[in-house]
């Protein structure tokens, strides 16, 4: 389960984010290119989904991680 408490300062403030747990392995920024972009070794969340869309994609990128990094309660 992602930590809100450990997430990274590049998230933009909202309910999406990735902590510090994040091992760089694209998978989210494949699932939901809209809303995670890589950085230098981590995802992070640059856009909040603004619609259903949107948010099922980062709702399937929650899942898919593979280390838990990704939470949906920020
Ligand atoms: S899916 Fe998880 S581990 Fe992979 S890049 Fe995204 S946040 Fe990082």
Known sequence: MADKKIKLSDNV??????????IACHLCVQIA????????????VYKQPENEEERNSCEDAVMIC???A????G
């Open 33 to 44: 290119p809209n809303n995670f972009k890589m950085k230098n070794g981590y995802a992070y």
């Open 66 to 68: 593979p280390v838990e």
């Open 70 to 73: 990704i939470g949906n309660d």
């Open 13 to 22: 403030p909202g309910s999406y984010y990735v902590d510090v747990k994040c």
